[in-house]
């Protein structure tokens, strides 16, 4: 996408062999050209990663399993049936996350065993079908929008963790406007996400303007606000007087109007709406604003070096402010995506971990629009499928998050997995994450 | 980012970004101090003076104490009165002092900061129990803010130990949750206190390894390491919770016994101070000596000169020989015990088992607090206490049926934490390496 200006040069100066490798005119064969390419592609760390942390995934589901450690217990009498059990709890347990979260052959089977194929897709089979990947793009939907707004700022130079706060924020708009007015159809929804975004973007604003202003961190500013919210939050569903529902004290608020739902986009049956469309033409737009815009380039300027980008005549603070109120709103509009197209209500916990999550998409990513959709959908695919397995093989759930946390963190150190496959040193890094600049900078 | 080479081997000559030093002049910094005091006079008169009414009995003597100290009864709305008509002459004291007419040392400045604080929280005592029939028990207000602010000051001193190196730690979460655990485990298995206790210290130093690994050797941007760190610690205990913590093994593995509170003899009856400082359970105690510890260690010997000297400029640190990624990494590596002492504290110190996600964000409150607290040990405590004392604060007012909103009480310091990091109150700089790895040439 956007090379790197050369500032951002290797950050493990290359050994003199590898130099000597790299010197323009020399001649190479083609086997070294394509072993360079390998080595050198940013995508290889990124599969690598993805493939060691899968597979520490399967030992750690392997190795907490009580039959598979029974079995390991009677090791050196039965060490196929040992290792054979260990297998069969990984692999059942990534199994599992595969039916849930991408294809079932059963309902397949099911499917055809209908009498006719118009009843089944009456019945719901054909549905049934195509329900795990529905749901992956339902979770994958507010994952892509808050890893959005983890990713724009990140190549801007700054790192928003108030995914949280701002989520909360779109989150109070979109659940207002859809239980307290009344409008037609298609307007309420788009009244309710246009709030949602003005909700989010506000937190985002404020925090970017600290920063602009007086130079506080972001990170801790928006740790700050995350716990702002929260509390907020939990105030506006303490009271009948402001957001809670009348008649009750489950501190959640009126179901949003049916107008303001996000409308569905594949039969009743199936929960995908119009959320995952906006979710992509987020990320396109931002694509376009980073690669295309005069903006776009002042925040890629900016998060290379700010202060030659100052230099440079570009206002460095505007741009902060800006990049943080784009990055809010986008977590407003992932807000939207839950409460107007699955939760339909506000309660204390509608926040989730998104926040949390966002920063492992935006990074697994590597900051970039389409990067952010892809790992959008891989997270939303292991979201999607981890209650069916916790049903099916007894795994915990949480080991998806442990799975996210590995990827992320091999991710994030490239010279660890270029050392644990031997791979040589990348000419450019793909994500910057290291060498930070530090807290006063 | 990557800066320049040149610029990354001086970290003295990167300027911060904005200049921050006007930030405090734009907001009117000179009479911020004066306006704020007077503000809590008149929110002392007006809010809390003319709201209160009958009397508020104040009780000093904790449950079977051998000294009783007779109970102190108020006249409510008087008192709010005094204590609104106190804060505002130091108001005025305070705006001589701005004014130059009189001259104010530094230690007098901080004695009427912490008078105007004083005076507020009376007349807010004395107004929550003015007119209620059970006694406020200030004894159990302080002694449950001491030990519930324990993670947070231990969590505090890790981070002051890691920035004063020139380490950010924002994994002090994932040190507090994984202390947590793994002393829960260990106690259970063990039946042994003080080995539950080592298990909690290493497993904080654990983390801190990890974090010394990847920001120091790997060069990982230490904001976004300590995030994806918290994040794997979030959920790799979580999953083992599910895994291996709950039904049949709950009672083998997550079944710990809890320290008991040791009185000091003497000291423990002194009336008031004693049953605040003196009557708490181990971890108070080291949080006494590692407070101490610090505080000396950092300001008075040569291990402490040597870690600032890393921490503010490493290139001048290693020209004179000290070996400066050696001393990133010890410190990283030490202070994590500390922070996981802090963490045990939450299972083996207070509640028993565990549970998931059980340090609940208090690692982010106690990086706000060692930045509250200017990246001084003392600094720190005192901030820490302040979020203890909010915490503690709103328990007992709901448990005495208080008309305050105590989400909204709750969320006060993380308010209070962000104008002080935006610099309104007073600037606050790290130490000048901070988060900038060093290469050594």
Same mark, same amino acid.
């Not at chain 2, 604080?117 to 159990?140: P, T």
């Not at chain 2, 390894?209 to 610690?233: E, K, P, S």
């Not at chain 2, 979580?238 to 509170?261: D, E, H, I, R, V």
């Not at chain 2, 028993?352 to 607290?373: K, Q, R, V």
């Given at each position: 996408?956007?090379?790197?200006?050369?500032?951002?040069?290797?950050?493990?100066?290359?050994?003199?062999?590898?130099?000597?490798?790299?010197?323009?005119?020399?001649?190479?064969?083609?086997?070294?050209?394509?072993?360079?390419?390998?080595?050198?592609?940013?995508?290889?760390?990124?599969?690598?990663?993805?493939?060691?942390?899968?597979?520490?995934?399967?030992?750690?589901?392997?190795?907490?399993?009580?039959?598979?450690?029974?079995?390991?217990?009677?090791?050196?009498?039965?060490?196929?049936?040992?290792?054979?059990?260990?297998?069969?709890?990984?692999?059942?347990?990534?199994?599992?996350?595969?039916?849930?979260?991408?294809?079932?052959?059963?309902?397949?089977?099911?499917?055809?065993?209908?009498?006719?194929?118009?009843?089944?897709?009456?019945?719901?089979?054909?549905?049934?079908?195509?329900?795990?990947?529905?749901?992956?793009?339902?979770?994958?939907?507010?994952?892509?929008?808050?890893?959005?707004?983890?990713?724009?700022?990140?190549?801007?130079?700054?790192?928003?963790?108030?995914?949280?706060?701002?989520?909360?924020?779109?989150?109070?708009?979109?659940?207002?406007?859809?239980?307290?007015?009344?409008?037609?159809?298609?307007?309420?929804?788009?009244?309710?996400?246009?709030?949602?975004?003005?909700?989010?973007?506000?937190?985002?604003?404020?925090?970017?303007?600290?920063?602009?202003?007086?130079?506080?961190?972001?990170?801790?500013?928006?740790?700050?606000?995350?716990?702002?919210?929260?509390?907020?939050?939990?105030?506006?569903?303490?009271?009948?007087?402001?957001?809670?529902?009348?008649?009750?004290?489950?501190?959640?608020?009126?179901?949003?109007?049916?107008?303001?739902?996000?409308?569905?986009?594949?039969?009743?049956?199936?929960?995908?709406?119009?959320?995952?469309?906006?979710?992509?033409?987020?990320?396109?737009?931002?694509?376009?604003?980073?690669?295309?815009?005069?903006?776009?380039?002042?925040?890629?300027?900016?998060?290379?070096?700010?202060?030659?980008?100052?230099?440079?005549?570009?206002?460095?603070?505007?741009?902060?402010?800006?990049?943080?109120?784009?990055?809010?709103?986008?977590?407003?509009?992932?807000?939207?995506?839950?409460?107007?197209?699955?939760?339909?209500?506000?309660?204390?916990?509608?926040?989730?971990?998104?926040?949390?999550?966002?920063?492992?998409?935006?990074?697994?990513?590597?900051?970039?629009?389409?990067?952010?959709?892809?790992?959008?959908?891989?997270?939303?695919?292991?979201?999607?499928?981890?209650?069916?397995?916790?049903?099916?093989?007894?795994?915990?759930?949480?080991?998806?998050?442990?799975?996210?946390?590995?990827?992320?963190?091999?991710?994030?150190?490239?010279?660890?997995?270029?050392?644990?496959?031997?791979?040589?040193?990348?000419?450019?890094?793909?994500?910057?994450?290291?060498?930070?600049?530090?807290?006063?900078? | 980012?990557?800066?320049?080479?040149?610029?990354?081997?001086?970290?003295?000559?990167?300027?911060?970004?904005?200049?921050?030093?006007?930030?405090?002049?734009?907001?009117?910094?000179?009479?911020?101090?004066?306006?704020?005091?007077?503000?809590?006079?008149?929110?002392?008169?007006?809010?809390?003076?003319?709201?209160?009414?009958?009397?508020?009995?104040?009780?000093?003597?904790?449950?079977?104490?051998?000294?009783?100290?007779?109970?102190?009864?108020?006249?409510?709305?008087?008192?709010?009165?005094?204590?609104?008509?106190?804060?505002?002459?130091?108001?005025?004291?305070?705006?001589?002092?701005?004014?130059?007419?009189?001259?104010?040392?530094? %230690?007098?400045?901080?004695?009427?900061?912490?008078?105007?604080?004083?005076?507020?929280?009376?007349?807010?005592?004395?107004?929550?129990?003015?007119?209620?029939?059970?006694?406020?028990?200030?004894?159990?207000?302080?002694?449950?803010?001491?030990?519930?602010?324990?993670?947070?000051?231990?969590?505090?001193?890790?981070?002051?130990?890691?920035?004063?190196?020139?380490?950010?730690?924002?994994?002090?979460?994932?040190?507090?949750?994984?202390?947590?655990?793994?002393?829960?485990?260990?106690?259970?298995?063990?039946?042994?206190?003080?080995?539950?206790?080592?298990?909690?210290?290493?497993?904080?130093?654990?983390?801190?390894?990890?974090?010394?690994?990847?920001?120091?050797?790997?060069?990982?941007?230490?904001?976004?390491?300590?995030?994806?760190?918290?994040?794997?610690?979030?959920?790799?205990?979580?999953?083992?919770?599910?895994?291996?913590?709950?039904?049949?093994?709950?009672?083998?593995?997550?079944?710990?016994?809890?320290?008991?509170?040791?009185?000091?003899?003497?000291?423990?009856? =002194?009336?008031?101070?004693?049953?605040?400082?003196?009557?708490?359970?181990?971890?108070?105690?080291?949080?006494?000596?590692?407070?101490?510890?610090?505080?000396?260690?950092?300001?008075?010997?040569?291990?402490?000169?040597?870690?600032?000297?890393?921490?503010?400029?490493?290139?001048?640190?290693?020209?004179?020989?000290?070996?400066?990624?050696?001393?990133?990494?010890?410190?990283?590596?030490?202070?994590?015990?500390?922070?996981?002492?802090?963490?045990?504290?939450?299972?083996?110190?207070?509640?028993?088992?565990?549970?998931?996600?059980?340090?609940?964000?208090?690692?982010?409150?106690?990086?706000?607090?060692?930045?509250?607290?200017?990246?001084?040990?003392?600094?720190?405590?005192?901030?820490?206490?302040?979020?203890?004392?909010?915490?503690?604060?709103?328990?007992?007012?709901?448990?005495?049926?208080?008309?305050?909103?105590?989400?909204?009480?709750?969320?006060?310091?993380?308010?209070?934490?962000?104008? %002080?990091?935006?610099?309104?109150?007073?600037?606050?700089?790290?130490?000048?390496?901070?988060? =900038?790895?060093?290469?050594?040439?």
């Amino acid at each position: 996408m956007t090379a790197p200006p050369p500032a951002t040069e290797p950050v493990t100066p290359p050994p003199p062999e590898a130099d000597k490798d790299e010197q323009p005119g020399e001649h190479r064969s083609f086997g070294d050209i394509l072993r360079l390419a390998i080595q050198e592609n940013t995508v290889t760390i990124t599969v690598l990663a993805l493939v060691t942390a899968t597979v520490i995934g399967g030992l750690l589901t392997a190795f907490t399993n009580t039959t598979v450690l029974t079995a390991w217990g009677h090791f050196f009498s039965a060490p196929g049936n040992a290792i054979g059990q260990a297998w069969d709890a990984a692999f059942g347990t990534y199994w599992a996350l595969f039916e849930g979260s991408v294809f079932n052959p059963h309902t397949v089977a099911s499917l055809f065993q209908q009498a006719s194929f118009s009843a089944a897709i009456h019945d719901g089979f054909l549905s049934a079908v195509f329900n795990p990947l529905s749901e992956t793009a339902v979770q994958a939907t507010p994952l892509i929008l808050t890893g959005l707004a983890v990713a724009l700022p990140y190549r801007a130079g700054l790192f928003n963790i108030g995914g949280q706060s701002q989520f909360i924020g779109g989150a109070i708009m979109a659940a207002w406007l859809g239980y307290a007015y009344n409008m037609p159809f298609l307007v309420h929804v788009v009244v309710c996400c246009v709030g949602a975004f003005v909700g989010g973007a506000a937190l985002g604003w404020l925090a970017g303007e600290i920063k602009a202003r007086t130079g506080a961190h972001e990170v801790i500013v928006t740790i700050m606000l995350n716990y702002v919210m929260l509390y907020f939050l939990a105030y506006l569903l303490s009271s009948h007087s402001l957001m809670e529902a009348p008649g009750g004290s489950n501190a959640i608020t009126l179901p949003i109007a049916s107008d303001a739902h996000l409308p569905l986009l594949a039969g009743t049956h199936l929960r995908i709406n119009a959320g995952f469309l906006i979710a992509l033409a987020a990320a396109l737009a931002i694509w376009w604003l980073l690669n295309r815009t005069t903006t776009g380039f002042e925040f890629r300027s900016i998060g290379a070096n700010a202060r030659a980008s100052r230099v440079a005549g570009i206002n460095v603070e505007r741009n902060w402010t800006l990049v943080m109120t784009i990055a809010g709103g986008l977590a407003g509009l992932a807000a939207a995506s839950v409460i107007l197209g699955t939760d339909f209500t506000l309660n204390p916990q509608s926040y989730g971990t998104y926040g949390i999550d966002a920063i492992t998409v935006a990074l697994l990513g590597l900051g970039r629009p389409g990067g952010v959709v892809a790992a959008g959908l891989l997270f939303g695919a292991l979201h999607a499928g981890s209650p069916g397995m916790q049903v099916a093989t007894g795994t915990p759930v949480q080991i998806v998050q442990v799975i996210q946390a590995l990827i992320v963190l091999l991710v994030a150190a490239p010279p660890l997995i270029r050392a644990m496959y031997r791979l040589r040193a990348a000419r450019a890094g793909g994500l910057s994450t290291t060498m930070s600049k530090g807290w006063n900078a | 980012m990557t800066t320049p080479a040149s610029a990354e081997r001086l970290p003295v000559l990167l300027s911060p970004g904005p200049r921050r030093d006007t930030a405090a002049e734009r907001f009117g910094g000179r009479f911020a101090a004066p306006v704020t005091y007077a503000v809590f006079g008149l929110l002392n008169i007006l809010v809390f003076g003319a709201h209160a009414h009958g009397d508020a009995t104040l009780s000093f003597t904790p449950e079977f104490a051998k000294v009783s100290v007779p109970n102190l009864s108020l006249a409510a709305a008087a008192t709010c009165y005094a204590c609104g008509l106190v804060s505002i002459a130091l108001a005025v004291v305070r705006l001589l002092d701005v004014l130059g007419i009189i001259h104010l040392g530094r %230690v007098w400045r901080r004695v009427i900061i912490g008078a105007v604080l004083f005076l507020f929280i009376i007349a807010l005592l004395v107004w929550a129990d003015g007119g209620q029939a059970i006694a406020f028990n200030i004894v159990n207000l302080l002694s449950g803010t001491l030990s519930d602010s324990i993670p947070i000051m231990l969590g505090a001193l890790t981070g002051v130990i890691c920035s004063t190196s020139g380490v950010i730690n924002i994994a002090i979460e994932g040190q507090l949750l994984l202390g947590a655990f793994c002393a829960a485990i260990a106690t259970s298995v063990t039946g042994s206190l003080w080995l539950g206790l080592l298990c909690g210290a290493l497993a904080g130093s654990l983390v801190g390894i990890l974090l010394a690994l990847f920001a120091i050797a790997y060069r990982v941007d230490q904001v976004v390491l300590g995030v994806v760190l918290n994040t794997l610690v979030l959920g790799l205990t979580g999953y083992l919770y599910n895994a291996l913590m709950t039904g049949t093994y709950s009672n083998t593995l997550n079944n710990p016994s809890t320290f008991n509170p040791v009185k000091i003899p003497l000291l423990g009856d =002194i009336p008031i101070i004693g049953p605040v400082l003196f009557d708490g359970t181990v971890f108070l105690y080291i949080t006494y000596i590692v407070l101490a510890g610090v505080q000396i260690g950092l300001t008075r010997t040569r291990w402490g000169l040597r870690t600032r000297a890393v921490g503010e400029h490493p290139v001048a640190a290693d020209t004179v020989g000290i070996r400066v990624l050696a001393y990133r990494y010890r410190n990283v590596i030490l202070a994590g015990l500390i922070a996981g002492i802090g963490g045990a504290y939450f299972t083996i110190g207070s509640v028993g088992s565990f549970g998931p996600d059980m340090s609940s964000g208090e690692g982010y409150i106690a990086l706000a607090a060692m930045i509250f607290g200017r990246y001084t040990p003392f600094g720190a405590i005192g901030a820490a206490l302040l979020f203890g004392f909010t915490t503690q604060l709103q328990s007992i007012l709901s448990s005495i049926n208080v008309p305050i909103q105590s989400n909204l009480l709750l969320l006060t310091p993380y308010v209070v934490t962000i104008i %002080v990091v935006a610099g309104l109150v007073g600037k606050v700089r790290g130490p000048r390496a901070e988060g =900038i790895p060093f290469i050594k040439s």
